[in-house]
């Protein structure tokens, strides 16, 4: 039977207990806040008693530990079990309202530093860690709407590339987990037409709209060869995401009408995902 193995990781209050519980709630065994020196000796002890579905979580109260999660991941893939690193981040703003709805106290505080402060000095110690696995960005994005996109997770294939490609509106920030952005903004807006206002990308009237265009079409074809251009060298970097990031300003029409174009022009070839991160 193929043992899965899932590793989160990332800053506090982004969304880690929320992520642990879905996989949780997906047949998985869950330890949180796992001490990373111990970590792969333990996984080893419940894989050898059975367990073939183990999720954890491992972050900053581990310290400088935290920097030896490479060496754990690649022991794992020389014992040749399936698994996959996920780093939760989110703005510092979202991070700094969800603590003071909370009430909670942050990890790193000890009493003495301010939110802020915390917030910083955790960035710097999970700095070396933050690139290396399937980034989500959980910035104005809701608990379910983060169970939604790791339990759509759960379906990659260790050996084989998945796309992702996210919609987003320009006026509400770039996500934080994109591997590459591109800007649609110079493409004719739907908006400003009033029966198209209310629309979508996918609806289809924006989706005739958008066909008919010429820059729209130019646009299209520009990001599929440069995609087709890359993924191979990122297959052989060992990469098993990428999140192409597709942004209009308000993350309504062109963007979302591109990425699901995206989509179909690409899932003959790659496992690909889609999200609409203000249609959300």
Not at 14 to 38: C, H, I, R, W
Request: proline letters at 4%; hydrophobic letters at 40%; charged letters at 25%.
């Amino acid at each position: 039977m193929t043992t899965h193995i899932i590793l989160i990781s990332g800053l506090s209050g982004s969304g880690k207990t929320v992520a642990l519980k879905a996989l949780e709630d997906s047949g998985f065994f869950s330890m949180d806040n796992l001490p990373v020196p111990f970590a792969f000796e333990i996984i080893a002890k419940l894989i050898k008693r059975g367990e073939n579905k183990i999720a954890v979580t491992l972050d900053a109260r581990s310290g400088e530990d935290i920097s030896e999660l490479p060496l754990i991941l690649n022991k794992l893939k020389e014992n040749k079990w399936h698994s996959h690193f996920i780093f939760l981040d989110a703005s510092d703003n979202d991070l700094i309202r969800r603590f003071s709805e909370t009430r909670r106290p942050h990890p790193l505080s000890a009493g003495t530093l301010s939110i802020i402060e915390c917030i910083s000095s955790e960035r710097k110690l999970l700095s070396d860690i933050s690139d290396i696995g399937y980034k989500i960005d959980t910035t104005q994005i809701t608990p379910n709407a983060l169970r939604a996109r790791i339990k759509s997770y759960l379906n990659i294939d260790a050996n084989q590339l998945t796309l992702f490609f996210e919609s987003f509106g320009f006026k509400h920030g770039i996500p934080l987990d994109a591997d590459f952005v591109f800007d649609v903004r110079c493409i004719p807006n739907p908006f400003y037409d009033p029966k198209l206002r209310p629309l979508t990308g996918q609806d289809s009237a924006v989706i005739d709209f958008l066909d008919n265009d010429v820059l729209a079409q130019q646009m299209l074809k520009d990001i599929s060869s440069f995609i087709h251009n890359w993924t191979t060298a990122f297959i052989q970097d060992n990469r098993s995401t990428l999140t192409i990031a597709i942004g209009c300003t308000g993350g309504q029409h062109r963007s979302v009408y591109l990425a699901e174009k995206l989509k179909q022009h690409f899932k003959d070839l790659f496992s690909v995902q889609v999200i609409h991160r203000e249609l959300s």
